[in-house]
């Protein structure tokens, strides 16, 4: 697990604290990623500019309910795909389930490059993917890389997932997965608005899924199959 540094630390607190000059200094700086642990024992970069990351810096992590409510489905050997996020959720799943499978997707150059930052601050053994999930064919000339989940795995990159988290556009990388949909045993999707929630919601029922209610209606949670649920262990940094 990678030591933080003083200046993680400095930065940290700094922000956490809400004393004034936080933007000034963080921009001479050079605006690094401030490195913390968070309150699964993961560490993440995180970028204070970004809103998300700022749920992290302040709360210790994001979605916790989600990753709960995912827990059930993260055993050994199991295969989980977590798309977008910058694999905030695939680190702290593989720290939890060491012999879980784990496949981190993440389009754009400084979104993987992220990716990459925190699966190695967290030495972790997380496969990461400079592609994001989608249901159209990538052309070529976006910015960044995109493939159907089918795609992929009749390429053979990657297992058939068992469990899929998905941050962003749900509805397309859901229909992207196309015959393989129906081997998935959870799916969660996250950072969504109410009409996309909506249609991801009839999307997955139409497939045979069951639409758990959420605590947030900011994500939500369908399975194949009615499991006793167990809480993710909190790992509190006394960092």
């Not at 702290?92 to 012999?99: F, Q, R, Y």
């Not at 995109?146 to 556009?169: H, S, W």
Request: one cysteine or more.
């Amino acid at each position: 697990m990678r030591h933080l540094s003083f200046r993680d630390r400095f930065l940290a607190l700094f922000f956490r604290r809400n004393w004034p000059g936080f933007e000034t200094l963080y921009r001479r700086m050079g605006s690094p990623a401030i490195f913390v642990i968070t309150r699964y024992g993961s560490v993440a970069g995180l970028d204070p500019r970004e809103s998300a990351d700022c749920e992290v810096l302040l709360s210790g992590y994001r979605e916790s309910e989600m990753l709960r409510a995912l827990r059930p489905f993260l055993r050994e050997k199991a295969v989980f795909w977590d798309a977008g996020g910058s694999g905030l959720h695939a680190v702290t799943a593989k720290l939890a389930v060491p012999e879980l499978v784990v496949h981190a997707f993440e389009s754009g150059i400084d979104r993987f490059q992220k990716l990459l930052a925190n699966v190695s601050a967290s030495v972790v053994n997380v496969h990461p993917w400079p592609v994001g999930l989608h249901n159209a064919p990538d052309d070529g000339t976006g910015e960044n890389i995109l493939t159907r989940g089918e795609t992929f795995i009749d390429g053979g990159f990657a297992p058939t997932p068992d469990i899929l988290k998905i941050e962003g556009d749900g509805i397309s990388a859901i229909t992207g997965m196309g015959k393989y949909l129906s081997k998935i045993e959870a799916v969660a999707v996250t950072a969504c608005d109410k009409s996309s929630q909506s249609q991801a919601e009839t999307l997955l029922t139409r497939a045979g899924f069951e639409i758990h209610p959420s605590v947030s209606d900011a994500w939500l949670l369908a399975t194949r199959k009615k499991r006793n649920r167990r809480p993710l262990r909190e790992k509190i940094s006394t960092t």
